[in-house]
């Protein structure tokens, strides 16, 4: 079976700035594709390459087998790729199921009587959000008043009603404390049990770990490296994305710095090599 | 023992937990301040004016709600769509005028004038949409401006044209007849006579109510001015619905022209200034929110009957009508407060 998304070699510039080059990557049906990097290391624009906000400047992007260029987001959904961004696409203060529904609305009725069908809308927002384990008491509420997580439940939970075959998370945890990150994870991995390819961008390596099928480590803008989950331990994964030697590096320099070792801004004594 | 005792126990809880659930549901409908309000007002001016509660006085109160109203319910959509309008006070003057010079200039048929006039105000309310949408300038600057250029336009016009401050009258001409009954009747309903203003802002409540709640252009509106970002990423006509919902301010700023031409038959150029913020504090002691995104029209109904009961109230007790500005000051500080209140219990716990 052909990848969901395939991207090869695939490089992005900002004028004469590299954002991104030669990344490859790809996302097959019920498995996650986890993306790691540092800030500035090129994930957010990759997102906004499969997202449909940009378009790439060099390498190929095959959705199915198809080489593609997409110009919108709304041409990315009508291919099935979803994006759910870090900063929630919702709208606060409006009651869940408006949310769920919001520019996709059913209608009833014909000419001046079209309407929503609000009883349809209430009923299947809360059937889908506890298929997805969420169980809501009031879809009337407004969505602001659920925590971080659960809106992100309820951003997964639509993205999945509306046939999203490719959904892609943007830091979904990252706000998050410990108890709704595990639940956010917990509904990621039930969209890839639901068949759909993931990816989750995220710098916690530990949460790609949990939930990972196989790992790309981004830095810089280039690729540090493409791992599949049995190719690679938790320890060596956080260490590469930590920043590998790099980190070794900055250790040694801060124990020189501010070792218990410094007086007077004169370095005594020290037993590292 | 404990078992069959603590079944009853949990019952209760959950009775406790269904009640409030609907009594958060209720504190939570944006009209709630402003119906407790409206009500107070009410018994205020029952209590201290002895002719309030009698039929006429009541049909004067709701005339005065009425001329606020029609423009109040779409100055809350676009409220609740996160914007300002503040041109729709004069709009009202330039629909009257426009309508009464062309027919009375081209000796044209009431009507045709009513018609370019419908068109100049939608024209007037698509600027208003467009270039606050293609600049993404503030609205409180760009309709500032439309706000400014539409008065000096009124004055400058009508000078030119009828060289006085005031149009020509257009009470005998043809057509004017039809179009007072359309815009400026009374109807008597059992004994009370009515003015059918009435009608035409109980049916934009209605309309606006019924586009609000149950049709997709509603829950559009609700996401632009809730967080239009996320509204645009989900394929929300972002652009489309704030430029109706401006052409929806020059609709009813044309309706409410028509009631002021065809009620007197001549209109004061300098009219309207002013108008644009008793419409927002209509809007807001209905439960509209300055940020956009929470609002209802029944709620800017009855923020426009609190300030025609307030308006008419001061006359009846027979007080100096200079006190009618403290009390719609001291009103909108109230229903302002009042709503945060309400909000915040209703939104502080899940």
Redesign the interface.
């Known amino acids: 079976m052909s990848a969901l998304v395939k991207l090869t070699d695939v490089s992005k510039f900002y004028g004469s700035i590299r954002a991104l080059e030669g990344v490859s990557l790809e996302v097959h049906a019920g498995e996650i594709t986890c993306v790691l990097g540092d800030n500035g290391a090129g994930k957010s624009t990759l997102i906004k390459i499969i997202a449909g906000l940009h378009q790439h400047d060099a390498g190929s992007f095959e959705i199915e087998g198809e080489e593609t260029r997409l110009g919108s ?2 041409e990315a ?1 009508d291919r099935g790729i979803a994006t759910v ?1 870090q ?8 009651p869940v199921w ?1 949310n769920f ?5 059913p ?1 009833k009725g014909f000419g001046p009587l ?3 069908d ?1 009883a349809r809308m209430r009923e299947i927002t809360r059937a889908e959000l506890l298929r997805m384990g969420i169980d809501l ?2 879809v ?3 969505i ?3 925590s971080g997580g659960e809106r992100q439940c309820v951003a997964i939970a639509r993205a999945v009603y509306f046939g999203a075959k490719v959904l892609v998370l943007d830091e979904p945890t990252a706000a998050l404390g410990v108890k709704q990150s595990g639940v956010v994870l917990k509904y990621v991995a039930a969209a890839r049990d639901a068949g759909l390819g993931v990816v989750l961008i995220t710098h916690n390596p530990h949460h790609a770990y949990l939930v990972g099928d196989r790992f790309v480590l981004l830095k810089r803008g280039g690729m540090a490296g493409s791992h599949a989950k049995s190719e690679i331990a938790l320890d060596e994964l956080t260490r590469q994305m930590a920043g590998g030697s790099e980190l070794d590096q900055l250790s040694h320099e801060l124990a020189r710095a501010t070792g218990p070792d410094v007086i007077g801004g004169k370095r005594v004594a020290t037993d590292e090599g | 023992m404990s078992a069959p005792a603590t079944a009853p126990a949990q019952d209760t809880a959950a009775d406790r937990s269904a009640h409030r ?1 609907h009594l958060r ?1 209720l504190l ?1 409908r944006p009209e709630l301040g402003a119906v407790v309000g409206a009500a107070a007002v009410f018994v205020f001016f029952s209590t201290v004016a002895d002719s309030f509660l009698q039929a006429s006085s009541l049909s004067t109160v709701l005339y005065a709600s009425s001329t606020i109203g029609i423009m109040a319910v779409p100055v809350a959509l676009l409220m609740i769509g996160g914007e300002f309008d503040l041109s729709a006070g004069v709009m009202v003057t330039s629909a009257a005028l426009v309508s009464s010079m062309f027919s009375y200039q081209m000796t044209a048929n009431v009507w045709v004038g009513a018609g370019v006039s419908l068109l100049t105000m939608l024209a007037i309310g698509f600027f208003n949409g467009f270039v606050l949408t293609r600049t993404k300038l503030p609205s409180f600057i760009i309709t500032l401006a439309t706000f400014l250029m539409l008065t000096g336009l009124n004055l400058g016009f009508t000078k030119l044209i009828s060289g006085t401050v005031s149009t020509k009258t257009i009470g005998d001409m043809e057509g004017f007849e039809s179009a007072r009954a359309v815009f400026a009747s009374h109807l008597t309903i059992g004994g009370v006579d009515l003015q059918v203003t009435i009608l035409w802002w109980l049916g934009l409540v209605a309309l606006a109510t ?1 586009i609000l709640l ?3 252009a ?2 559009w509106i ?2 632009v001015g ?2 239009s ?3 645009r ?4 006509p972002v652009k489309g619905t704030k430029i109706g919902l401006y052409m929806a301010v020059a609709f009813c700023a044309w309706v409410s022209g028509q009631h002021l031409l065809m009620s007197y038959d001549v209109v004061q150029s300098g009219e309207g200034v002013g108008n644009e913020l008793l419409y927002i504090i209509a809007a807001v002691i209905g439960g509209c ?1 300055m940020t956009g ?2 609002g209802s029209a029944i709620g800017s109904a009855v923020g426009a009957f609190i300030f025609g009961m307030t308006s008419k109230g001061i006359v009846y007790a027979q007080w100096d009508p200079d006190w009618f500005k403290f009390f719609l000051g001291a009103m909108l500080l109230l229903a302002t407060l009042l709503n945060a209140w309400v909000r915040k219990r209703a ?1 502080a ?2």
């Open positions: 987001p709304r959904l961004y900063d929630l696409a919702v709208v606060p203060l409006m408006r529904f919001l520019g996709s609305e209608t079209k309407r929503l609000a008491r009031d009337d509420q407004p602001g008043t659920l | 659930s549901r939570g019924w149950r049709t997709r509603g829950n609700f996401a809730g967080n970002d996320a509204a990423a989900v394929g929300v929110l995104g929470y939104e716990s899940k």
